[in-house]
């Protein structure tokens, strides 16, 4: 089992940065591939970025490329997501997800999430 808790959301103008934490207990953080997902009103949750065990080899969704960078820090069981040049599609409830797979699933351990608003 893993504890998942979000922290770091809020509101920010266009243009404007956040970084996102997720901090995990219960179990050993390194055995987890661990991502961010979004999900907008009225919209279906969207990946956002994952990242490996190690930290090595990371994905992002197409669309933050380049304006988010994730990380993890096995020593102190967080994940970050730094985000710069928030646009304001970019608001919406951001949760982090930690799997035993690279595809991370509906069925693994998930957070509550944080609320993410970028104005215009």
């Known amino acids: 089992q893993v504890q998942l808790v979000e922290s770091g959301g809020g509101l920010v103008q266009a243009g404007g940065s956040l970084k996102l934490s997720c901090t995990a207990s219960?179990?050993?953080?390194?055995?987890?591939?661990l991502g961010w997902f979004r999900q907008a009103p009225g919209k279906e949750r969207e990946f956002v970025a994952r990242?490996?065990?190690?930290?090595?080899?990371?994905s992002y969704k197409d669309s933050v490329r380049g304006r988010f960078t994730i990380s993890r820090d096995n020593t102190k069981n967080t994940m970050y997501l730094q985000m710069r040049d928030l646009r304001p599609e970019d608001s919406a409830i951001y949760y982090c997800?930690?799997?035993?797979?690279?595809?991370?699933?509906?069925?693994?351990?998930w957070g509550q999430g944080t609320q993410v608003t970028v104005s215009s």
């Open positions: 997800v930690a799997g035993t797979t690279w595809e991370l699933r509906d069925s693994d351990y």
């Open positions: 990242i490996s065990w190690s930290g090595t080899t990371i």
């Open positions: 219960g179990s050993t953080f390194s055995d987890y591939v």
